[in-house]
T-cell receptor, first 113, second 114 residues
Framework: KAGVTQTPRYLIKTRGQQVTLSCSPI?????VSWYQQTPGQGLQFLFEYFSETQRNKGNFPGRFSGRQFSNSRSEMNVSTLELGDSALYLC????????????FGPGTRLTVT | GENVEQHPSTLSVQEGDSAVIKCTYSDSASNYFPWYKQELGKGPQLIID?????GEKKDQRIAVTLNKTAKHFSLHITETQPEDSAVYFCAANRASGGSYIPTFGRGTSLIVHP
C-alpha cells in the first residue's frame, strides 16, 4: 500500500503570497490531520478532517485553513504568508474514526522570503 | 491548554545500552499517548502508543509506561542499536469532537554510538 503522499515537497514563496499544500492519505484512511513543525515551536497541531468535516482545530490564526474532499484527499491553505510561516508542514492519515494511530507523510518544506 | 514537557533533549548511549525518555503532561483529560520516531528528512513514525486505561505496553525492544496519577509517561528502549538514532517525540492527546487534539513534547535526540 502506498504511504501518505504530500505535494509539493519543497516550496519557496514571498511574504504576502498565499500557498496551497496537498495531501493524499493512505488508501482507505478517512481521517487527515495537518501539523506544522518548526525548530522554535516544535510540532503543532493545525486541524483534523474526517469525511470532509473539520472536527478539531489548533491554535493558529484564520490565515490557515483546510479542506477535505470526498476521496479523503486534503489541502491546506495559508494566505498572506509571513516569514514565521516557514516550516515543515506534515500531513497524517488514520484508518480509525478516532484519528489515532496516525501515519505521517514526508512533509512539505515551505520557505517564505 | 495542555502542556507536555519532554526530557532529556539529547541522549547519547552506547550500542546495547538502554535508553529512557520521559514526558509529563498537565491536562488530566488527556487519555491517549503515542510516541513517534523521526529520522532526518522524514515524517514522524508511530512506534508505540498507550491509552489511559493501561499502565504498560511492550513491543519487542520498546516499552511505554504510564502513571496517570503523576501525569507522566516514559519510553524505554532496550539493547539500543545505531539505527535507533533519531529524534523521538511524545504526545498527549485529549479527546474532542470524535477525534483527538494532540500536544507534543519538544523531542529527544537519541544518539546510539556503535
Amino acid at each position: 500500500k502506498a504511504g501518505v503522499t504530500q505535494t509539493p515537497r519543497y516550496l519557496i514563496k514571498t511574504r504576502g503570497q498565499q500557498v496551497t499544500l496537498s495531501c493524499s492519505p493512505i488508501s482507505g484512511h478517512r481521517s487527515v490531520s495537518w501539523y506544522q513543525q518548526t525548530p522554535g515551536q516544535g510540532l503543532q497541531f493545525l486541524f483534523e478532517y474526517f469525511s470532509e468535516t473539520q472536527r478539531n482545530k489548533g491554535n493558529f490564526p484564520g490565515r490557515f485553513s483546510g479542506r477535505q474532499f470526498s476521496n479523503s484527499r486534503s489541502e491546506m491553505n495559508v494566505s498572506t504568508l509571513e516569514l514565521g510561516d516557514s516550516a515543515l508542514y506534515l500531513c497524517a492519515s488514520s484508518l480509525n474514526q478516532r484519528a489515532d494511530e496516525q501515519y505521517f507523510g514526508p512533509g512539505t518544506r515551505l520557505t517564505v522570503t | 491548554g495542555e502542556n507536555v514537557e519532554q526530557h532529556p533533549s539529547t541522549l547519547s548511549v552506547q550500542e546495547g545500552d538502554s535508553a529512557v525518555i520521559k514526558c509529563t503532561y498537565s491536562d488530566s483529560a488527556s487519555n491517549y499517548f503515542p510516541w513517534y520516531k523521526q529520522e532526518l528528512g522524514k515524517g514522524p513514525q508511530l512506534i508505540i502508543d498507550i491509552r489511559s486505561n493501561v499502565g504498560e505496553k511492550k513491543d519487542q525492544r520498546i516499552a511505554v509506561t504510564l502513571n496517570k496519577t503523576a501525569k507522566h509517561f516514559s519510553l524505554h528502549i532496550t539493547e539500543t542499536q545505531p539505527e535507533d538514532s533519531a529524534v523521538y517525540f511524545c504526545a498527549a492527546n485529549r479527546a474532542s469532537g470524535g477525534s483527538y487534539i494532540p500536544t507534543f513534547g519538544r523531542g529527544t535526540s537519541l544518539i546510539v554510538h556503535p
